[in-house]
């Protein structure tokens, strides 16, 4: 268990390349520049045609009738993204029987089956070493552009917490490169897996697992089930459509109910200044335990109009934090 203390001064106003066994001692100033490397993950060099192929993360399973399987370029020694264009089937098969009338509101059967042309998938947990065992990747004589980028951004400009796309109905999301980063620096992260597709019959759907972390998808509401589903009717409206526990747990509980916190905040201590010109001025000092692991960075939550100005630990010494435009992707960590 490991105690930080942190204080931060926030406001309200109108690389080289890392290998990832460099990543737990690399310096501040080169994980930086490793996140924004990890901002737009270009298109890779590697490529493999597939037919039949069957992907299956917990309790969902991707079937690669045919097409072709896109990965992105290597960052820090890691695969993280990979495209998929072609004939695909996806299938989710909850767990328990809760689960099951609940996805049963909107695929109408007890478990949801459905067809896609195209997708898209983020991962930091084993995908890519699980989708080489399943087919032939090759190096494709040049290297290959996919959606990655452009996928990304849009993440970054519609799913973060600003009040224009609130008002559009976007489900909120944590910012996926800080994510990214802080799981290749704590080697006791399990990761994240990410699906991004469109479904014949149901829609736009996300689908992710976080397997021992908080969830990238409305954080603040999945309260320790590491598996969701959402629907998205771009612009208007998301549906929760599904949420459990990962499908191990259901043999030890019917009912499991946990949620791990990598870290504990016992104290703060907050000192705010109104202005006579009606801005704001905040010094938060905050005690911050650590259960276990070596993480290195954390998230905060943190409204999107509220800036940050500057961290210090409890010796005085500056911390390097990640906080974007108030529009664009301003989840700090």
């Given at each position: 268990m490991k105690r930080i203390g942190v204080l931060l001064i926030g406001f309200l106003g109108v690389a080289a390349l890392l290998n990832a066994a460099d990543l737990s001692t690399a310096s501040s100033r080169d994980l930086i520049a490793l996140y924004k490397q990890l901002r737009a993950i270009p298109g890779g060099g590697q490529v493999t045609s597939v037919e039949n192929a069957v992907f299956k993360r917990d309790s969902a399973a991707f079937t690669f009738i045919n097409g072709r399987l896109v990965f992105a370029a290597p960052v820090a020694g890691r695969v993280l993204a990979a495209h998929f264009r072609g004939e695909g089937k996806f299938e989710l098969n909850p767990p328990s029987p809760v689960d099951q009338r609940q996805i049963a509101r909107f695929a109408k059967s007890a478990k949801l089956e459905d067809t896609f042309n195209e997708a898209i998938f983020y991962f930091t947990d084993d995908t890519f070493a699980e989708m080489s065992k399943l087919m032939h990747v090759k190096a494709a004589p040049e290297a290959v552009q996919a959606a990655f980028a452009p996928a990304q951004k849009r993440y970054a400009e519609d799913?973060?917490?600003?009040?224009?796309?609130?008002?559009?109905?976007?489900?909120?999301?944590?910012?996926?490169?800080?994510?990214?980063?802080?799981?290749?620096?704590?080697?006791?992260?399990?990761?994240?897996?990410?699906?991004?597709?469109?479904?014949?019959?149901?829609?736009?759907?996300?689908?992710?697992?976080?397997?021992?972390?908080d969830s990238l998808l409305l954080s603040e509401y999945a309260k320790g089930e590491e598996v969701s589903l959402l629907h998205i009717n771009p612009g208007n409206y998301h549906e929760w459509w599904s949420g459990f526990h990962l499908s191990s747990e259901y043999g030890q509980s019917p009912h499991p109910d946990h949620r791990n916190l990598l870290v504990h905040c016992p104290s703060a201590n907050i000192n705010l200044l109104v202005a006579r010109d009606n801005t704001l001025s905040a010094t938060a000092q905050m005690e911050f335990v650590i259960a276990g692991g070596t993480a290195r960075i954390l998230p905060f939550n943190l409204n999107g109009v509220l800036r940050i100005s500057s961290i210090e630990d409890g010796a005085g010494n500056k911390l390097s934090f990640i906080q974007e435009d108030r529009k664009l992707d301003n989840d700090p960590w």
């Open positions: 799913f973060n917490n600003w009040v224009d796309n609130q008002r559009k109905g976007y489900p909120t999301m944590r910012n996926m490169a800080a994510r990214m980063l802080a799981d290749l620096t704590d080697p006791y992260s399990n990761g994240f897996f990410f699906a991004d597709f469109k479904g014949k019959k149901s829609g736009n759907l996300l689908f992710h697992i976080s397997w021992n972390r």
